[in-house]
């Protein structure tokens, strides 16, 4: 008798432990995030699924492993998360995708026993609206005395574009550039005034339409923009360049030059152009007055001692400008000799001319007349 109901009790525990893991497990419950359709995930999205079983087999005989695999749905979805083993009853995973937007995640949990149905369930309506993350790398520079800020492309597969924000002393920020470009140059800098730039990223919300922005960059090293160089005004056409102070063939003479002393007050030198006298004046100035070309070759003139040249004779004062004054006696003499010489050469013409003049010819006479023999035939 005994052994027909120990027979009978192994065949029931048996039958349990055979018909028991096909419905072991209860659906699939999100402790994480919120079941609502209308959480929303700021940061990483923390998933958490958990699968307990309906009851408990006799003395814990029969019970069986558990697995959960959840996937991701949504805009740039990374979609299956992969299946872990509960632990004891849950499993849970963490994903923080590239996109903002709405995502639905689904779980399913498993048996280690082959005859067991498997449980889903599934979380619609979850938004993630992840601000974007701060820039980094931001440098400025100053190229051709324009301020050129660079910085790192974000990680995030939906931004919108990047502001620029240009302190001027310390001042309040104000938006100097606004694009999807990581560099932007700032033409219109103000000059002789300490710069600083930040750098704030923008990217799309979890509704359609909105746009997050996100912490700007630690601010960039201070900036200076030196003034541009004063214009230079045109030069003079009248001046003359202290560097090139005289040009041949000119009357030009200026402070850093002056002619060689003017040659002395002889009969010798007659009728001879000498140097002018030529006021001297502080080195690199040019004379205003219009001095006559003296036909003293420019690179006679020696280089400017310091000390002016040496006075005019005031003695010669009106009696020629840069000619010698020399004895008229040479005048008199000399037109004397002239007078004599011509006429002594009128006398000799007169002389040559004898007897060739009109005047000088004789009418023929029977003595000179010619004899002329006439032929009759």
């Known amino acids: ?119 889903a369930a599934t979380i619609s309506g979850v938004k993630v609206n992840n601000p974007p993350a701060t820039p980094t790398g931001v440098k400025a520079t100053i190229v051709d005395g324009v301020p050129s800020i660079s910085w790192n492309a974000n990680p995030e597969k939906d931004i919108t574009g990047y502001k620029v924000l240009r302190s001027v002393d310390g001042g309040q920020p104000s938006m100097i550039y606004g694009g999807t470009a990581t560099t932007a140059k700032d033409t219109n800098a103000p000059h002789s005034s300490a710069l600083t730039y930040r750098v704030v990223a923008s990217r799309k919300g979890a509704t359609s339409g909105s746009v997050l922005e996100g912490s700007t960059s630690p601010a960039t090293s201070s900036l200076t923009v030196a003034p541009p160089p004063e214009p230079v005004a045109p030069a003079d056409p009248g001046a003359v360049d202290p560097n090139n102070p005289t040009v041949p063939g000119t009357n030009i003479v200026t402070g850093k030059e002056t002619p060689k002393a003017p040659a002395p007050v002889t009969n010798s030198n007659f009728g001879k152009a000498v140097a002018p006298i030529v006021k001297a004046g502080p080195a690199g100035t040019a004379f205003d007055e219009t001095l006559p070309y003296s036909g003293v070759p420019p690179e006679q003139f020696e280089s400017a001692s310091g000390s002016d040249p040496e006075p005019f004779d005031s003695s010669l004062a009106g009696e020629g400008d840069g000619v010698t004054v020399t004895n008229p006696l040479k005048f008199i003499l000399g037109g004397t000799v002239l007078m004599v010489a011509a006429f002594f050469m009128w006398r000799t013409s007169r002389k040559l001319l004898k007897g060739t003049r009109p005047e000088d010819q004789k009418p023929p006479t029977a003595v000179n007349f010619p004899n002329f023999r006439i032929n009759r035939g």
């Open 1 to 119: 008798m005994k052994r027909r109901l120990m027979a009978v009790a192994t065949g029931l525990m048996l039958a349990v432990l055979w018909v028991a893991p096909a419905h072991a497990f209860t659906a699939p419950v999100f402790l994480a995030p919120s079941p609502s359709a209308s959480s929303t995930v700021n940061g990483a999205v923390g998933i958490k699924v958990e699968a307990k079983p309906d009851s408990l087999p006799i003395l814990g005989i029969g019970l069986e492993k558990v697995f959960i695999e959840v996937t991701v749905s949504g805009p740039g979805a990374p979609g299956s998360l992969g299946k872990r083993e509960g632990s004891p009853y849950s499993a849970t995973w963490t994903v923080d995708p590239d996109y903002n937007g709405t995502y639905e995640i689904k779980a399913i949990a498993t048996s280690s026993n082959s005859n067991a149905d498997p449980r």
